[in-house]
């Protein structure tokens, strides 16, 4: 089969390779669609520590299972359609006993230490159905949305801590998919206004276009623009913004989200830094101003089922944010033009 793979020199590579056997223990998936997330783009661009080799990449996955083994829990056959959360905890340490799955002191992940979605078919091993991370999801439901419900997953998880809620204003840094989705599960949840920092012109175009609808309620400015300050604290009649997100893995703009945060404001450090990250926090803005500072790693199965169902009852419509579909065959071109095009997502298609 074909496959998307991160060899034993540490590049990407697209290879055949044999097709996961079946066990007892395991279940096969057909692969129906993989999205490409800004980690897969790092990878491609820089390498990664974090995945064991020789690994088939891709964590944003559905598909229809082909095989399901005999040792594995009920409720799953041959034929149905499952989303897989991609982040598994071992079920056994602190955090996962708290519920926090996803900062499991033992955390294995799709994609990283288990084989992933780029590929035809892909192998989902019996502890993945143990820890609850396989999700049935119904027929009508495009597996190009489904595929989706990982990195929206990741929003929630970002937002939850926030509290974001009616009266409240927001700031969120990064016009990519993850800002939007920031802006519209901000809606969502109430947000008397989303104002979207984004420098490049075209991703605020693209911004305003997808949040047409909401004008009056989404503002799209541009951070870089002389006088950004003082147009900021005239917006917000010089109180700052009650929640600032970093969607973005800028370090400056760590430090700019805390200028702008209002006094008890909550701020979410979404976006990680490559290397070094030391050094971009005014730590006596966070103590006079009373800043509640959170970070955000990954998500969990159950903020992926959340998700699913806001797509089944149509409170999310992710369809305006898929921006262009490519066969695997074809994935060297999806990262070329992620790096080069105005594409919010792209999504493969084995």
């Known amino acids: 089969m074909l496959a998307y793979l991160y060899n034993m020199d540490r590049k990407l590579e697209l290879r055949d390779v044999p097709r996961p056997r079946e066990s007892e223990g395991n279940a ?166 989303v104002t979207l920092l984004e420098p490049n012109e075209r991703r605020r175009m693209q911004a305003r276009a997808l949040f047409d609808d909401d004008r009056g309620i989404v503002s799209v400015m541009d951070p870089s623009e002389s006088g950004f300050d003082a147009r900021i604290r005239e917006f917000t009649e010089g109180r700052g913004f009650d929640v600032v997100i970093t969607a973005c893995s800028v370090g400056s703009v760590q430090s700019q989200a805390l200028s702008l945060a209002a006094k008890r404001g909550r701020i979410s450090l979404f976006g990680g830094l490559a290397g070094a990250s030391a050094g971009f926090l005014d730590s006596n803005l966070i103590h006079y101003k009373e800043l509640a500072v959170h970070g955000v790693h990954a998500s969990t199965a159950e903020q992926n089922r959340r998700v699913l169902r806001w797509v089944e009852d149509g409170t999310l419509d992710l369809r305006p944010y898929i921006s262009r579909t490519f066969p695997l065959a074809e994935i060297e071109s999806a990262f070329d033009a992620i790096e080069k095009e105005n594409i919010l997502k792209a999504v493969i298609r084995p």
Do not use: W
């Open 28 to 193: 096969i998936m057909r692969v129906q669609a993989c999205s490409i997330c800004g980690t897969d783009l790092r990878t491609h661009r820089f390498g990664s520590a974090h995945i064991s080799v020789p690994r088939i990449v891709g964590h944003e996955m559905t598909g229809d299972l082909v095989h399901v083994g005999s040792e594995l829990p009920g409720g799953f056959s041959p034929g149905m359609r499952v989303n897989v959360a991609p982040a598994v905890g071992c079920g056994a340490c602190p955090p996962c006993a708290k519920g926090y799955t996803n900062l499991c002191d033992n955390l294995r992940t799709l994609g990283f230490q288990f084989d992933g979605g780029f590929a035809e078919y892909m192998e989902i091993p019996g502890e993945v159905f143990a820890r609850g991370n396989v999700i049935s999801i119904p027929e009508r439901l495009r597996a190009e949305d489904v595929v989706l419900a990982e990195p929206v997953a990741c929003v929630v998880n970002g937002q939850e801590p926030l509290k974001i809620g009616p009266g409240d204003s927001v700031a969120v840094f990064g016009g990519g998919f993850i800002g939007c989705m920031h802006v519209r599960l901000a809606l969502i949840a109430g947000a008397e206004s």
